[in-house]
């Protein structure tokens, strides 16, 4: 790879960053402890919610959240197959099965015209697991709205959505849980690690009690107790989903930057949008632009693929040939080897997530870009769509 190639992703870590993990190294607590809690406490204040709860990844959580309200072997949950196999995959741990709605063409968020009629059709549905595509906020009211008609749960996938609101409440501040991501490309990365987040106590007891071994104390609060530190309980068969305090460490001034980084995010997003207008794509859509913000983990292109004479792995690799990373947001799980085989599913069962995905090509986009980064992709996808835009024939 050449030294002028600009990857399609890259954390943005600081000197802050950096002290604070050589300081957690230098206390000799690694696991989980006062920079877990200091991280923990940063999201309590910032979503005013009176839990917060970090784990060591996003797919943790939702297993943690499932599990603390209650899913068991034969229940349903209904969620997109425009997303990452972890949305779906933690059901199958549990026993439960993922009923699949399409998504809606302009913002790739679960289509909410469709929710109802697969509520009437579908017996055993208990939750709803909503995915904030690319960081824009799915339609929570009408979301809300049918799962308290039909008395359902709702998990939100926030694993884009931070910083993002929904009519000017924040993602976290909605569902029952709503779960984070760290990811090393996300918008807060701590390289893996999540957040849960919940106002509900009995949620948030059972989750603290899950994520280390079914222990009700973790050993950060037995050293500061005054009964003996090697005491503890096994109360349930729990997991071993603990934050480290390494990880806390970066994500502790990866948050503070939050807001600041979700600007310059944006300000990508609009050059984009601005440089690429009257070519054979389509740029992102904005739902509720006048009440809500978009994190813009992801800025996603639709190909006009009638209009072009190369296909979308062909433009990915037409990128590659001018030094610009990009990628592919999702393969809907629907045509994955496992869920396809388990549940029989077709190609054209879902034929909005399917057309979006052979169409889709997502780009750069993270605070570190220069002016001259995303005058280079911008530049580099308008000399490839001018030179395999298809000529009308005289």
Known sequence: MSDDFLPFAKPCIGEEEINEVVDTLRSGWLTSGPKTKQFEQAFVDYFQVPYALAVNSCTAGLHLALEAIGIQAGDKIITTPYTFTATAEVMRYLGADPVFVDIDRHTFNIDVNQLEAVLKAEPNIKAIIPVHFAGQACDMD???????????????DAAHALPSTYKNRKVGTLGDITVYSFYVTKPVATGEGGM????????AQRINTMRLHGINRDVFDRSQSSQPSWYYEIVAPGFKYNMSDIMAAIGIHQFAKMELFAQQREAIARQYSHGLIGLPL????????????????????????????????????????????????????????????????????????????????????????????VNKVITVVKTICHHFTVKNNP
């Open 142 to 156: 009408v979301i809300l709205d049918l799962a308290q008609q039909y008395g359902l749960k709702v998990i939100e």
């Open 196 to 203: 849960i987040v919940t106002s509900n106590p009995e949620y």
């Open 282 to 373: 389509k740029t992102p859509e904005r739902q509720y632009p006048c009440d809500s913000q978009h994190a813009w983990h992801l800025y996603v292109l639709q190909l006009d693929l009638e209009k072009l004479s190369i296909n979308r792995n062909e433009f990915i690799e037409q990128l590659a040939q001018h030094g610009v990373g990009a990628s592919v947001h999702f393969i809907p799980l629907h045509l994955q080897p496992y869920w396809q085989q388990r549940y029989q599913f077709q190609p054209q069962d879902f034929p909005i997530a399917l057309d979006a995905y052979q169409r889709a090509v997502s780009l750069p986009i993270y605070p570190s870009m220069n002016e001259d980064d």
